[in-house]
């Protein structure tokens, strides 16, 4: 079955720093855009970060850039999420996502999404 599945998040104090994975079982893997969501409370999806299969140029949310550095691995089949100096407003289920397109744009360009991870940061 093709999946993508999300771990490594949790609970952690404003400051501290998460690393979140994404294991996707889908075939050519490194010909996939990945991408990392986010869903507060009561709040719409945002973007957060993109890796593309194109040069595997990365692209960040003005909110995030500077403490979070997304990463792949095509030989383990896994994007990385990692998370810097987290703040209370980056509490929020983290979703990846995976695209043939280079650069999705709507959410319709997008092959596979997770069930996401739990990120809560304390303040």
């Known amino acids: 079955q093709e999946q993508l599945v999300e771990s490594g998040g949790g609970l952690v104090q404003a400051g501290g720093s998460l690393r979140l994975s994404c294991a996707a079982s889908?075939?050519?893997?490194?010909?996939?855009?990945m991408d990392w969501f986010r869903q507060a409370p009561g709040k719409e999806r945002e973007f957060v970060a993109r890796i593309s299969w194109i040069g595997g140029s990365t692209f960040y949310a003005d909110s995030v850039k500077g403490r979070f550095t997304i990463s792949r691995d095509n030989a383990k089949n896994t994007v990385y999420l990692e998370m810097n100096t987290l703040k209370p407003e980056d509490t929020a289920v983290y979703y990846c996502?995976?695209?043939?397109?280079?650069?999705?744009?709507?959410?319709?360009?997008?092959?596979?999404w997770g069930q996401g991870t739990q990120v809560t940061v304390s303040s």
């Open positions: 889908i075939r050519t893997f490194s010909s996939y855009s």
């Open positions: 996502a995976a695209s043939t397109k280079p650069y999705p744009s709507r959410s319709g360009d997008y092959n596979y």
